[in-house]
């Protein structure tokens, strides 16, 4: 049978997902199987089941949005990077599609009531109660810290939600990467859209977020941790304290990564 609103918010209930909640979604659709409704139905059910005190919030990244002297998948030529840098239209939070977080953050993204955060390359969108708080403050230098949009979540007990995809996607522990005492930096760069319409380039520093050991971290993490693990339609899912997690990782971290 195909799943439906109805069938999939009450997989998320069972799972521990509640009203009120605030709670960060990464998600593989394709693991859930046939839904009447596709996306919309799966956004649908989520709001059903947080309910009008919860909040909904998603990754809305654009990592195409950055300096080109640093792409490899693929690389371009270098005679390009100028040009990349200076014809980029710049990031726009209304009209820049998100790219390689899934489909679910672009329909999101465009709910109705959808607000989302200004930062160039690591946006998040939000729908419920709390959406306007989480995604207000965005400091370029902060991607993924404690004064961006995950910072908050972390503030407002949220938690995390994995639908069909597991720890390595948990965007959630690059706030861990960012606890550490000496995080490593990088540079980055990328094209804002002004209220103008003009296009400028802006740089900054920020920890280097590097999520290779996730999926072991993950493993880690539920071996110990409070995990509820279901199904989400006929996606293996994974809800969980975004605290808990955060936290676990930050010291995993801290005691195995060099």
């Given amino acids: 049978m195909p799943h439906t609103v109805g069938s999939l918010a009450a997989d998320l209930r069972r799972l521990g997902l509640a009203a009120g909640d605030v709670v960060l ?18 956004v649908l059910a989520l709001l059903e089941v947080l309910g009008p005190e919860g909040t909904l919030v ?26 990349i840098r200076e014809a980029n239209p710049g990031f726009d939070r209304v009209v820049s ?21 200004g930062h160039p390359q690591v946006s998040f969108a939000a729908v419920g109660a709390r959406a306007a708080e989480i995604v207000a403050e965005h400091p370029l230098a902060d991607e993924l810290g ?10 407002l007990d949220g938690k995390v939600l994995l639908i069909g995809c597991g720890h390595a996607n948990n965007t959630s522990m690059h706030l861990s990467e960012t606890r550490q005492e000496r995080p490593k930096m990088d540079d980055n760069g990328a094209a804002l859209r ?36 279901g ?4 996606a ?19 005691v195995n990564r060099s």
């Fill in 231 to 234: 199904l989400v339609g006929g």
């Fill in 236 to 254: 293996s899912s994974r809800l969980m304290s975004q605290r808990a997690v955060v936290d676990f990782a930050t010291g995993w971290m801290r």
């Fill in 194 to 229: 002004d209220p103008d319409g003009s296009a400028r380039w802006v740089t900054w520093s920020a920890p280097a977020s590097d999520s290779s050991d996730f999926a072991e971290i993950g493993a880690a993490f539920d071996a110990v941790g409070p995990v509820s693990v």
């Fill in 97 to 117: 599609p998100s790219r390689w977080v899934g489909v679910l953050p672009e329909s999101v993204r465009t709910w109705p009531g959808a607000v989302r955060s």
């Fill in 58 to 83: 998603v990754p809305t990244h654009t990592a195409y949005n950055s300096d080109p002297a640093g792409w490899s998948n693929p690389p371009v030529p270098e005679s390009w990077w100028p040009v």
């Fill in 25 to 42: 979604v990464h998600s593989a659709l394709r693991s859930v199987g046939f839904v009447a409704g596709h996306v919309q139905a799966v």
């Fill in 146 to 155: 404690d004064g961006s949009p995950l910072g908050v979540v972390y503030r």
